[in-house]
């Protein structure tokens, strides 16, 4: 099992370009790791932001996974549905926080 933080979070690496940050370049990160670890794919497990990565890796890498576990994020279209919704909405709040900075 490997752990690891993306981009910008706890000591991984922190490109100054807004643009880095873009959840494709992060599933690009997660295909390399898994291929540079020598796999082939993976049980991948996100939680919360790692678990909307996760969602968009699952869609354009389904060849390498065998399993995805994903933690507080629903599917996207869920999610989407849900975001229609004022509550849900002030829920979600830091996601398009984040997405301004």
């Not at 099992?1 to 690496?13: F, H, I, K």
């Not at 049980?43 to 994903?70: C, K, N, Q, T």
């Not at 549905?81 to 002030?90: F, N």
Request: hydrophobic residues 40%.
């Amino acid at each position: 099992m490997v752990a690891l933080d993306l981009r910008g979070y706890n000591d991984s690496d922190k490109p100054p370009n807004k643009s880095a940050y873009k959840i494709a370049e992060l599933s690009k990160d997660v295909a390399g790791v898994i291929r540079g670890l020598g796999y082939q794919n993976s049980v991948l497990v996100g939680h919360d932001w790692g678990g909307a990565s996760a969602w968009h890796f699952a869609y354009a890498y389904p060849e390498m996974l065998s399993r995805l576990i994903v933690m507080n994020m629903p599917h996207p279209a869920k999610f989407s549905a849900g975001l229609r919704r004022r509550q849900q909405l002030l829920r979600s709040w830091y996601i398009f926080f984040s997405s301004c900075l």
